[in-house]
DNA sequence: CGGAGTAAAAGGCACTT
DNA sequence: AAGTGACTTTTACTCCG
């Protein structure tokens, strides 16, 4: 990841250096003097690109931080505290409880405020890996109540709202049996694979999410349809399945590989043969995975096979 | 070239410390 | 968060038709 930093107008309130740098990395204006950062939120939400095509999106893809907030009120804000008035002396009476009073309710609006800009930003990451992996709206729903749960739970506190997000629409495309696979969350999310499934896992825990297990069923279709397969060699690849799964044959396994296998077979069964190769690439697995899958079904369900 | 198969390296994941 | 161990996939390679 490459962390541009330049130089910005202005000078620094803290200090009055004009030495400001802009970090877009971090999406902040920091002073290069006193180290103050002025500005932490620029805003760099999705991309202002367009791409027509995968390969084009793929090119077009750079990284970049998201907005931090985690000064969700820029260091600026004054807090009410104490019990003495301007000249020192201690507060009596009634003056004491009113100001009880503000500071509660400053609590209340600023922890307010900072769970909705949390919430803003979050709901505009997940909007925009929805819209980039094409996730049908209702997932993305489910997400964001997810994401609202864990922001709830205080899940979000110490990590980030992105990654956070990546996982709780990951946890909604599994509940909902959503054909997406963690890989393709985490090349659309800005955050790491590590973090994303971190998060998943946080998430999946905490709120006690009962997820169905990882069916390949719903992943013959979609393999099928990027490698241009046939609609009968579809329907005969899930029969092939269902028996597989009948006789606990694809536990533990990479639900992709077993999809892929269950469609090689069945398109050599109906002379619409593909090679592993092509196969391998619609399901990103390699030619050995199929090979194994392949050879395994074909002795748990003695298969004959030429 | 497509495919079968294998050993060794590398990659998840569920567990502990 | 880093280490461990059982397990799976990938890498890289050989051999076959």
Redesign the pocket.
Known sequence: MESKTQMEQGSCPKCGSPNLIRDEARGEVACGSCGMVVVDDIVDQGPEWRAFTQEEKRAKQRVGAPTDFSHFDKGLSTVIQGYRDASGRPLTGEAKKQMWRLRKWQYRTRMRTARHRNLVQAMNELQRLSEKLHIPSSVQKMASVIYRKALDEDLVRGRSISGIAAGALYAACRFTQTPKT??EIVDASLRD?DEV??GY?LIVRTLKMKMPIHDPMKYVSKIAEKAGISGKVQGTAAKILREAKRKHAVM???P???AAATL?IAS?KEGQ??????L?KAA????????????ELVNRLNLD?D
């Open positions: 963690l890989k694979r499934a971190r896992r533990g396994k990479d992709m590989g077993v090689y050599s043969k593909i090679t592993q190769k092509e391998g990103d697995v390699t030619e050995v995975t199929i090979r194994n899958r392949k050879r096979f």
